[in-house]
T-cell receptor, first 116, second 113 residues
Framework: AQKVTQAQTEISVVEKEDVTLDCVYETRDTTYYLFWYKQPPSGELVFLIR??????QNEISGRYSWNFQKSTSSFNFTITASQVVDSAVYFCALSETTSGTYKYIFGTGTRLKVLA | DVKVTQSSRYLVKRTGEKVFLECVQD?????MFWYRQDPGLGLRLIYF???????EKGDIPEGYSVSREKKERFSLILESASTNQTSMYLC????????????FGQGTRLTVV
């Protein structure tokens, strides 16, 4: 069965520290997509990144970077020089296809607290 | 800008009431989803719809039903609300053609008393 595991329930860091959020997934599909979302206190999930299973290049976007390793079934997210505005719940997700419809399987989320 | 709008941010209902949660998207998306979010459990799929009047059960459909009479609108119905349905409900949509990300509404926090 498809599954996404975010083992870190909550992480607290001091501003300007680097922090890595872990995501491990399970799937039998050879083609799949992985996602990261941010949920600030306002509640709406904000899309951060999508990565397909054939593209293992790491990606960097400003202070955010993602490390995708198929060998370990991991898709980890690093925030460099964290800021208070990064405080949120972060979700990793995996897409699966049922009847041609793409659905998403979410991890349980990691709450990040960045302290000033 | 892409927009998914849920009709209420907060709702308080009594046990046994019939509850309607409404979601509208303005992106002409084929697929729409209802998720429930609970602490420690992440987002769990209740129902999804891949076309008007078409629906499929997700992982936790018991106690819920859905309606999609128009492409832009997807309603979640709690036939007889119970206290264990107190939760955050999130609606989402995606185009359905490509494996793209989902777009989420702001969420409805429902309390059943």
């Amino acid at each position: 069965a498809q599954k996404v595991t975010q083992a870190q329930t909550e992480i607290s860091v001091v501003e300007k520290e680097d922090v890595t959020l872990d995501c491990v997934y399970e799937t039998r599909d050879t083609t799949y997509y992985l996602f990261w979302y941010k949920q600030p206190p306002s509640g709406e999930l904000v899309f951060l990144i999508r990565r397909n299973s054939f593209d293992e290049q790491n990606e960097i976007s400003g202070r955010y970077s993602w490390n995708f390793q198929k060998s370990t079934s991991s898709f980890n997210f690093t925030i460099t020089a964290s800021q208070v505005v990064d405080s949120a719940v972060y979700f990793c997700a995996l897409s699966e296809t049922t009847s041609g419809t793409y659905k998403y399987i979410f991890g349980t989320g990691t709450r990040l607290k960045v302290l000033a | 800008d892409v927009k998914v709008t849920q009709s209420s941010r907060y709702l308080v209902k009594r046990t046994g009431e019939k509850v309607f949660l409404e979601c509208v998207q303005d992106m002409d998306h084929e697929n729409m989803f209802w998720y429930r979010q609970d602490p420690g459990l992440g987002l769990r799929l209740i129902y999804f719809s891949y076309d008007v009047k078409m629906k499929e059960k997700g992982d936790i459909p018991e106690g819920y039903s859905v309606s999609r009479e128009k492409k832009e609108r997807f309603s979640l119905i709690l036939e007889s609300a119970s206290t264990n349905q107190t939760s955050m409900y999130l609606c989402a949509s995606n185009p359905g053609v490509l494996n793209t990300e989902a777009f989420f509404g702001q969420g409805t926090r429902l309390t059943v008393v």
